[in-house]
């Protein structure tokens, strides 16, 4: 199956100049693959399949909550939830934008349609152009299985360096050494 990479036109218009676009398209092309993924192994014709993508500016303790893969992350959790209590789940989002993918492509659509949906939400931290670090939430909506994905600039070039779900996976990413 042979389709295309999701196109940083998707988001380019909710980026500021704190957002580093070489984060975003190494960020997008590693969601993209996880999607592919799942489509693959998943996808009948009864469902209707998205990626919802945004910027989070607000994390849980983020100087003071870790994950410890790949040298450390700021835990990629929720700020808080609508009653105002801690959430450990998706964080909330500054702004998003919703991707439909048909099997070949994507496009970027309003809202989600279909009876049967199949969502992949991805929280991205804010100032990513002052920052050398990335963790990315992901979760998808019909298990809530969550993952988060550790990316490092290197030499001005982001890579996924970690990935929550490498022991069922397998190693993403490559070694900065």
Known sequence: MTTELISMKC????LTEQDDPGAWEEILAVLGEEFLQRYRREATKKESWFLRVGACSHWVRPHQSRWTAAGEFA???GYKGASGMLSWGLPEFDWSVIVRFDGKSWERVDRFSGKKQMVLSAAVPTRTAQHRQAAVHTMWSASNERTFY???N???KWVCVAASDEHKNG???KSLK
């Open 154 to 156: 290197h030499d001005h």
């Open 11 to 14: 988001v380019e218009d909710q």
């Open 75 to 77: 835990l990629a959790v």
């Open 171 to 173: 190693r993403i990413g």
């Open 150 to 152: 550790g990316f490092r």
